[in-house]
Structures are given as C-alpha cells and as structure tokens.
C-alpha cells in the first residue's frame, strides 16, 4: 500500500503537527520573516520518502523510530540540515540510527530529502547485494558512497517525488510500490558498501545524549524558563560545555533557543485556546511570563501579529 502527500506549510505549529504524526518532533524556527515550507512524502511498507524544502532557519529535534534508520541526502546546492552539528557534502550521505534523539538545524533556504526506512530490511538487502560484513553502526555517520551509486540514488528519488507530486490522487499498484521499494533500498545498499566509515565518537555520542536530555527537560517542565546554571546542574555538565554543545546542535544560545520554544509552545496554545473563557495574560503567566508588554514585542518580532491576535483568529474562536 502506498500512501503520499504534498504540504505547504505557512505556520510552524502546523508543520509540528504534521511530523508529530509520524515521530516524535519538536520544532523552532530561528530566524525572522514568514515561515514557508514544502513537503513532499512517499509511505512505502517498509521505507518511507521525504523531500522538504523550507525558506527560514530552523532547529527540529526528532525522535527516530528504534527500528529505523534515517538517510540524509545533499540535495540540489544549498547546505543540507546539520545534524548533531555532522554535515553531508553533495558527493555525501548521513546515516542517523540509534539515537535517543537528535538535532537538526538550516541556516537559510533548504531543499533536503530523506529516507527512513527499516534497518533489517536494509541490512538484510545489503548483505544479499554486498556480503556478510554489510551493517549499519549507530549513531550520526557521515559516508562518501562512489560517484555512481549516489547519482543513481538522487536520480531515482528525483523521479519517484517527480511523479507522485504530478499524480498525487492517482492510485499506485502493489506491484509498482514494490519495484520502487526494491529499487530504492538497493540504490542505498550500494552507497552504504564503501568500507564502513569510523563510527561516532564516544565524545560525539555523549554530546548527543546530553542534548536529548535537555529537550527532555524542557519538556518535562514546559512552565519553566530554567536558567543556564540550571540546566547545567540538571545535566550534570559544566554550563560552558553546555553552552558550546548548543552552539554545534542548535547554531543559537541556549537562552536564546528557551526564548523561541516558549515562543513556539505559547503559539500552538493560543491557536487551540478558546478567547471567551481565556487570556493571553493567563496563557502567559502559565509560561512564567511577568511583562506581557515586552512578549508582545517578541512575538510579533517572531510571527508577524500580536498575541491578542493569534488568539482571535483560534481554531475554537
């Protein structure tokens, strides 16, 4: 069964809400203007396509399915996502598995594609094509696969999302989903059979590991705006190591990041709130904010519209 979609996305809630459907996600948007982005999705039974392109800076920490691994592709000329601070180069691919969670950041216009698809089935499909020793290590990997086996890749994902966005309503048959399944999970098996690249560091795993814990502190405490030293003592690192931990995951200052998601978690609440029986005042003060004055600045700074006016335009309103 073959299932696609193509979304344009004009709020960052409503791009948040369409990946939470499928991981766990979370979304910040880190620079200024209207946020736009396109997604493109093919669901395959055992691997899924994704090509996305986005016009603002963003920070999205997902949570990758355990049995699941995601490969990340350069795509077209501008710089692809940063993952825990690891970027491709257009001749490479990142592997992404195993993870307790993990950043991924743009730093302007973004047009990426991405594959996510069963690691035993990719395993099992490259030790048929490759031999025994073909494995997948865990972790942020960066890979240079030959020339022509990436060529061959980027070529058939450009025209498996080529046809689905000119005939998205048009059924597909079971025999074509699995030709193009097949296809694809072999081009990869032949861009991961280079010698297997030096697996990620143990200083490398141990700042990833940190920065999914301090997701799961923010969100384990969403009415708090811990300080540095805080969230230092919580994650038991030095708040100089933390500092330059988010500079490499997130691209922003850890004060400045706590401001956007605030920012972001105060939006997706204003947009399901009822304005007869609450306040932005109150929504505010859940979020620990004492000067709804110098909010309102930052939040038409970071949404274009006041928060008053969010709340009016409500799905309950």
């Known amino acids: 069964m073959t299932r696609s979609s193509s979304s344009f996305f004009t709020d960052p809630s409503e791009a948040q809400a369409a ?7 979370g979304l910040v948007v880190t620079g200024r203007g209207p946020f736009r982005a396109r997604l493109i999705r093919i669901d395959l039974a055992r691997l899924s396509l994704l090509s996305a392109e986005e016009w603002q800076p963003r920070v999205l920490f997902v949570r990758p399915p355990a049995d699941r691994v995601v490969i990340q592709l350069a795509w077209d000329r501008e710089p692809p996502p940063i993952w825990a ?3 491709a180069s257009p001749r490479e691919v990142l592997t992404i598995r195993s993870v307790p969670g993990v950043h991924g950041r743009t730093v302007g216009h973004c047009h990426s594609a991405a594959v996510c698809c069963s690691t035993d089935y990719l395993v099992r499909v490259g030790r048929r094509l490759v031999g025994p020793k073909f494995v997948v290590p865990p972790g942020v990997v960066r890979w ?10 980027v070529a058939l994902f450009r025209a498996a999302m080529r046809v689905t966005a000119s005939r998205l309503d048009a059924p597909t048959s079971p025999r074509a989903a699995r030709g193009l399944e097949q296809e694809v999970v072999e081009a990869l098996a032949e861009c991961l059979s280079v010698e297997p690249p030096k697996p990620q560091g143990r200083r490398e795993q141990l700042q990833t590991g940190v920065m999914a814990r301090f997701e799961e502190c923010l969100r384990t405490h969403p009415e708090r705006f811990p300080s540095l030293a805080d969230l230092s003592r919580e994650l038991g690192v030095p708040a100089r190591t933390l500092r330059a931990y988010c500079g490499r995951h997130l691209g ?7 401001r956007l998601r605030r920012l972001e978690r105060l939006r997706r609440e204003l947009q399901d709130a009822d304005p007869s029986v609450t306040t932005v005042s109150a929504l505010a003060l ?3 904010v ?4 110098r909010l309102a600045g930052s939040y038409r700074k970071a949404f274009g519209e006041l928060p008053s006016e969010t709340l009016r335009r409500s799905r309950a309103g």
């Open 19 to 25: 990946l939470e459907g499928r991981c766990q996600a």
């Open 85 to 87: 601070g690891v970027s």
């Open 144 to 153: 240079r696969p030959a020339p022509d086996a990436l060529k061959a890749l």
């Open 252 to 258: 922003v200052a850890p004060g400045r990041y706590l």
């Open 286 to 288: 859940r979020h620990g």
């Open 290 to 293: 004492t000067q709804p004055g």
